[in-house]
């Protein structure tokens, strides 16, 4: 199904689906398609992906 469906008072409308289905890749996704808007969006950019112990082993990211 759909993971978010947003509309702006002016119109622009956008909806994301992820093909896993997992909520993790929204965020950046969300921040890439709104920096496509031209909205400031760096927030929600690249998400850490930690193991076990706390250390960072990886990071989600949109790859064009």
């Known amino acids: 199904g759909v993971l978010l469906a ?3 008072p ?3 409308s956008l909806c994301l689906k992820v093909a896993d289905g ?3 890749a929204l ?3 969300t921040a890439y398609l709104l920096a496509r808007l031209g909205v400031d969006a ?3 950019g690249g998400l850490e992906v930690t193991n ?3 250390e960072q082993v990886g990071q989600l990211r949109v790859v064009e």
Do not use: Q
Request: charged share 20%.
């Open 6 to 8: 947003a509309a702006s």
């Open 42 to 44: 760096e927030g929600l």
């Open 27 to 29: 965020a950046p996704a």
């Open 10 to 12: 002016d119109g622009v």
């Open 22 to 24: 997992a909520f993790r």
């Open 52 to 54: 076990s112990d706390g």
